[in-house]
């Protein structure tokens, strides 16, 4: 069976996540021991305690969520699990993918996510970003709202994360004239985010271009596994054109439906989601029914993974 494995990105962070698989794998609590000892911090303890909130803070999250995706990817390779077709992962996911497929050393990535995770903070100070789902309406209409809602300030669609499912980012007050009107036209939800960094949209430009003078001071290599990117739902073979890639996912859309169609197109069959939580188990499920999915987050979760790589409905 052909089957891909995905990563999932910020807002899937949650406290005391993985702490099943953990107990059951020591090699979860090494990958984030591993991960602390370049950073100079707790990540596991942070995971179990939260002080301070610190967990849903973007330049903690991102080297906290990068460590849980690697640890269940070393889960699976201690398990001797087979390798799957393709690699993807959604926004901070792409490097836990990049990792998986050996393009970046962990030490390296866990590096360059804790940079753009600072580098985005600083990009737009607190309380003058947002980020909204739009629930229910075309992308058309979900761009042509932004458009209308801008104002002189910067709205934009940032991730199409399924067919009824679009997330925009940009100004605070942009983003709030936008819910206003995307209610007004008939969505079914339109919903703030509890994050104040407006990812993926132009204003961060910025950052983008101080994390790419970070990235070209460290060695990439070719991927041993297709990663399917962000920017366009396509793979890549040289490290010059996966830095350029990453630079430009910062300041992008997230194509999540295109990448997961794109996968499908190419045979897949099932999607693996490793990492903590069933946010993309949610979305591949809705983008294409047909598909086999499952979030691996814990020893049930493994469990079924045997089960469906068997061939059997899970």
Known sequence: MKFAVVFPGQGSQSVNMLAELGENYPIVKQTFEEASSTLGYDLWGLVGENPDDKLNQTEYTQPVMLAAGVSVWRVWQHESLPAPSYLAGHSLGEYTALVASGVLSFSNAVKLVAERGRLMQEAVPAGEGAMAAILGLEDDDVQ?????????????????????????????????????QAVAVGAKRALLLPVSVPSHSSLMIGAAEKLYERMSMMTFHPPKIPVLHNIDAAGRDEPEAIMEALKLQLHSPVLWVDTINAMVDEGVEAVFELGPGKVLAGLCRRIDKTLQVVAVDSPAGLQKTLTALKGETV
């Open 144 to 180: 042509a709202i932004c458009k209308q809602a801008a104002e002189g300030e910067v709205v934009e669609a940032v991730n199409f994360n399924t067919q009824e499912q679009v997330v925009i980012a940009g100004h605070s007050g942009a983003v709030a004239r936008a819910i206003e």
